[in-house]
């Protein structure tokens, strides 16, 4: 019987956690043919998140649960979901029921024609704003006509994949992280599963405008160097400019005598070129900063407690590893499988 893993990241989700696993729990049902677990990745949530995971888990030896020491991120979340996730097949998805349950008998029955990927793509967005579905939409027009390798457009990290596409991903270890973009980068037979992407069932969205900003950020700079070579143009159309300006300076000067003390030209130039020097000087910034924090090896994230996991059973990553150094089982053999940081 082959074993599915559900991935769900979840930040201060107490509000839709109960409807989220009584629905998962149902499909369980639906599918008899299937080992249906539930890995959830807590995120450093602050609202009673933790204590309702630890009580699903109690009663559920299929709920897996990975307490995070603080808040990294839905994307390191997602991430440490893959690093633990141990089933045949893995999905992953929002907590939040944006992400129909339902979906996934879908999405499991594409695997099953021979997909290793199967990217679920939102051809309706319920709930959302006006303002989050232009950008959105903007965004991923910009980014696919500037990325290396085309990416598919507007989907989230709704998907289902193969046990050798997760052992490929997890090679992938860079500290600004656009998964969805990596998933398309990663190969494999790919396919793509429209679905109607329902209103949050309950709570706030935890995407305020700054993350969804650093997110684009992030997508645009890991996939594309276009802003670092659109700065070679217009240095190119910049020179021309100035050119011109020697020119019709130099012609005045000799041949017409002109005595126009010429203040706004070079002010509205000085202010032009200081402008582009700062812009320059920050897109080249993004970059370089990027390789700093990837030059200091960080973790990605580190655990501060788990639930129905056996740590010392999966193979090695840095976080795993510094996971278990915390949870201090290098060295007792003897505990079981919820691990809490020994006080
Ligand atoms: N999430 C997370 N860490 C964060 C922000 C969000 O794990 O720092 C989770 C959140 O609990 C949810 C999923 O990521 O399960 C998607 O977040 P949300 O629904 O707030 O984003 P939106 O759907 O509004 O883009
Ligand atoms: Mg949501």
């Keep these: 019987m082959k074993t599915v893993t559900l ?20 499909l369980a ?13 807590n995120d450093g949530s602050r609202d009673g998140t933790d204590g309702l995971l630890d009580s699903l888990a109690a009663q559920d030896p299929y709920v897996k649960v990975l307490h995070f020491a603080r808040n990294r991120g839905h994307q390191v979340a997602l991430t440490a979901g893959l690093d633990f996730a141990e089933g045949d097949v893995i999905v992953t998805m929002d907590a939040d029921l944006q992400d129909p349950p339902e979906v996934i008998p879908e999405l499991l029955t594409k695997i099953e024609e021979g997909f290793d990927i199967v990217h679920a793509q939102r051809s309706v967005r319920e709930g959302e704003t006006r ?20 990416l598919i457009e ?20 860079e500290q600004h992280r656009f998964l969805r973009g990596t998933f398309v980068l990663l190969g494999f037979r790919q396919a793509v599963l429209p679905y109607h992407r329902a209103a949050r069932s309950a709570g706030r969205t935890k995407f305020p405008l700054r993350k969804m900003l650093s997110f684009a950020v992030d997508g645009i700079v890991s996939f594309s160097s276009a802003p670092l070579r659109s700065l070679l143009w217009f240095a190119f159309i910049l020179w021309g400019v100035s050119l011109a300006f020697t020119a019709r300076a130099l012609i005045g ?11 706004t030209s070079l002010v509205v130039l000085l202010t032009f070129f200081t402008g582009l020097n700062l812009f320059s000087l920050s897109v080249v910034g993004l ?4 390789t700093f ?11 501060r407690a788990t639930r129905n996991i056996d740590l010392r059973a999966l193979p090695y990553s840095p976080e795993i590893e510094l996971s278990r150094r915390i949870l ?5 053999p003897s505990s079981p499988t919820d691990n809490d940081h020994p006080e």
Aim: charged share 20%; hydrophobic share 40%.
């Design 7 to 26: 991935v769900a990241p979840c930040y201060d989700e107490v509000e839709v956690l109960p409807e989220f696993y009584a629905r998962v729990r149902q």
């Design 29 to 41: 049902n639906q599918l008899p043919q299937y080992k249906l677990e539930i890995l959830f990745v």
């Design 131 to 150: 303002f989050k579905l232009a950008t959105a939409h903007a965004f991923y027009r910009l980014l696919n006509a500037i990325a290396h390798e085309p």
């Design 154 to 173: 507007d989907y989230g990290d709704f998907r289902a994949f193969t046990r050798p596409v997760l052992m490929a991903v997890r090679g992938f270890r």
């Design 253 to 263: 000067h000799f041949i017409f005598r002109w005595t126009v003390p010429g203040w």
């Design 287 to 290: 970059y370089v900063g990027r």
């Design 293 to 303: 924090e990837q030059g200091q090896h960080r973790p990605l994230y580190w655990c």
């Design 328 to 332: 201090g089982l290098n060295e007792s």
